[in-house]
């Protein structure tokens, strides 16, 4: 079992920067494919970002590569997303995954088990 929560959403101007953090808990985090996800109003929910259990191998969607870093302190059990530049294309609620049965964060939601509840970005003047 994991309990994800995520923190560090907010207002922003746009060419800002956030950074999101992620704390687990359970006892299968470190061990675990990770990954964040956005949904905008009207959206389905889509991959932002993937990171392998040692954080050696990441993956980025298209929109957001060169802007957003993904990383992972295994010891404090926490994953990070760096946003910076962003724009207001990237408003909408960020979602943190757990995918305990992969060493690496899938592109597909359906992979992972569990969920945060989200925190909202805004970007906006």
């Known amino acids: 079992q994991v309990q994800l929560v995520e923190s560090g959403g907010g207002l922003v101007q746009p060419g800002g920067s956030l950074r999101l953090s992620c704390a687990a808990s359970g006892r299968t985090f470190s061990g675990s494919g990770m990954g964040w996800f956005r949904q905008a109003p009207g959206e389905e929910r889509g991959f932002v970002a993937g990171i392998s259990w040692t954080g050696g191998t990441t993956d980025y969607a298209d929109s957001v590569k060169g802007r957003f870093t993904i990383s992972r302190d295994n010891a404090k059990n926490t994953m990070y997303l760096q946003m910076n530049s962003l724009n207001p294309e990237d408003t909408a609620v960020y979602y943190c995954?757990?995918?305990?049965?992969?060493?690496?964060?899938?592109?597909?939601?359906?992979?992972?088990?569990?969920w945060g509840q989200g925190t909202q970005v805004t970007v906006s003047s």
């Open positions: 995954a757990a995918a305990p049965a992969k060493r690496y964060g899938p592109t597909d939601p359906v992979e992972y088990d569990y």
